[in-house]
Structures are given as structure tokens and as C-alpha cells.
């Protein structure tokens, strides 16, 4: 289990817009075999825990550590993540966070939790953030070296920037 990519994942669920099965199949495209089984349910269940998700996010941008400590752990109480060892490459064995009968919602949300538990006991706690590009409200995970990262995408660093330099720009000509 790649527990940067759960992380990460978290990150990118949390940005989706889930309005409805057809956009979370969207956000799924690249995890073709989990169509099938999403539902409606699948949907609500994820928009909720998007609402659940963002203070995490938030604290962490804040270095309020022990909130987030306490965030975390109050949805992996309300989620239970279920680890089992995944042999459908018995050469690659591996870790999964939900039993086989768990619904789509179950296994984002497992992914999700385990992925961000595990980045915060083994990086910190202050390695998730907001992007800092005014509108956006994306979040994400900051795996870089000095924990710099200020944005969500390089097209919102790009934004950020190019506004900076045309506000210096037009102060120095007043």
C-alpha cells in the first residue's frame, strides 16, 4: 500500500466535485474496475465526508497538530478501515483497507484515512494545506523536501505569481 498515493488521493477526493454518480465515476476514471458497483449512496456518503475531511486539511494549514491528531482520529472512529492483505499478485503482496464487500464509498474513505494517518505519524502533521491562490479552495498534500509548498497545482502557483508581479508592477509606476 503506497500510503503517499492514499494521501494524496485523499487530497484529489476532497477537490472533486461529487455531484452526482456520473462525476464520481469521472473522479474513478482511472479505477475503471469500481465503476460498476457505484451508487447513489456511494455519493452522498462521500459528500458528507468531504464536509468531515476539509477541517483536517485546515488544521493542518493552521499547525494546529493536535486538532488535526483529533480530526483524524474521530473519522477513522466513525469509518473503520478494515486492513487486509491483497494476494491478487501473490509476487507483489500487498495492503488494502477494505474487506472485498466493501461499498465504493467505504474504500475511498478507508484509503483516504490510512493514507493521511499514516503521512502524518511518518512525515507530520502540518503536511497538508490550502491552496494559497485566491479563489481557489483546493487542498493538498506537501511532500517537498522543506515543506514549502503554497499551492494546489502549478497553474495556481503560476496565477498566484503572474498577479504579484503586475501588482508590483503597477505600485512602482504610481
Given at each position: 500500500?503506497?500510503?503517499?498515493?492514499?494521501?494524496?488521493?485523499?487530497?484529489?477526493?476532497?477537490?472533486?466535485?461529487?455531484?452526482?454518480?456520473?462525476?464520481?465515476?469521472?473522479?474513478?476514471?482511472d479505477?475503471?474496475?469500481?465503476?460498476?458497483?457505484?451508487?447513489?449512496?456511494?455519493?452522498?456518503?462521500?459528500?458528507?465526508?468531504?464536509?468531515?475531511?476539509?477541517?483536517?486539511?485546515?488544521?493542518?494549514?493552521e499547525?494546529?497538530?493536535?486538532?488535526?491528531?483529533s480530526?483524524?482520529?474521530?473519522?477513522?472512529?466513525?469509518?473503520?478501515?478494515?486492513?487486509?492483505?491483497?494476494?491478487?499478485?501473490?509476487?507483489?503482496?500487498h495492503?488494502?483497507?477494505?474487506n472485498?464487500?466493501?461499498?465504493?464509498?467505504?474504500?475511498?474513505?478507508?484509503?483516504?484515512?490510512?493514507?493521511?494517518?499514516?503521512?502524518?505519524?511518518?512525515?507530520?502533521?502540518?503536511?497538508l494545506?490550502?491552496?494559497?491562490?485566491?479563489?481557489?479552495?483546493?487542498?493538498?498534500?506537501?511532500?517537498?523536501?522543506?515543506?514549502?509548498?503554497?499551492?494546489c497545482s502549478?497553474?495556481?502557483?503560476?496565477?498566484?505569481?503572474?498577479a504579484?508581479?503586475?501588482?508590483?508592477?503597477?505600485?512602482?509606476?504610481?
Amino acid at each position: 500500500m503506497d500510503f503517499i498515493r492514499y494521501a494524496e488521493a485523499s487530497a484529489s477526493l476532497l477537490n472533486a466535485d461529487l455531484a452526482d454518480p456520473d462525476a464520481l465515476l469521472a473522479h474513478l476514471a482511472d479505477r475503471s474496475w469500481l465503476h460498476p458497483s457505484v451508487t447513489a449512496g456511494d455519493v452522498r456518503d462521500l459528500q458528507e465526508f468531504q464536509a468531515e475531511l476539509r477541517p483536517v486539511f485546515e488544521a493542518s494549514e493552521e499547525e494546529q497538530v493536535p486538532l488535526v491528531v483529533s480530526r483524524l482520529n474521530d473519522l477513522l472512529a466513525r469509518h473503520p478501515v478494515t486492513p487486509m492483505i491483497s494476494d491478487h499478485d501473490p509476487a507483489h503482496l500487498h495492503m488494502h483497507v477494505a474487506n472485498r464487500s466493501a461499498s465504493v464509498a467505504e474504500l475511498l474513505i478507508g484509503e483516504s484515512l490510512m493514507g493521511l494517518a499514516t503521512l502524518v505519524c511518518d512525515v507530520g502533521a502540518t503536511r497538508l494545506g490550502v491552496c494559497h491562490a485566491s479563489p481557489c479552495t483546493n487542498v493538498f498534500v506537501d511532500t517537498s523536501p522543506n515543506q514549502s509548498r503554497r499551492y494546489c497545482s502549478d497553474r495556481c502557483s503560476s496565477r498566484a505569481n503572474v498577479a504579484a508581479y503586475r501588482a508590483r508592477q503597477k505600485a512602482a509606476a504610481s
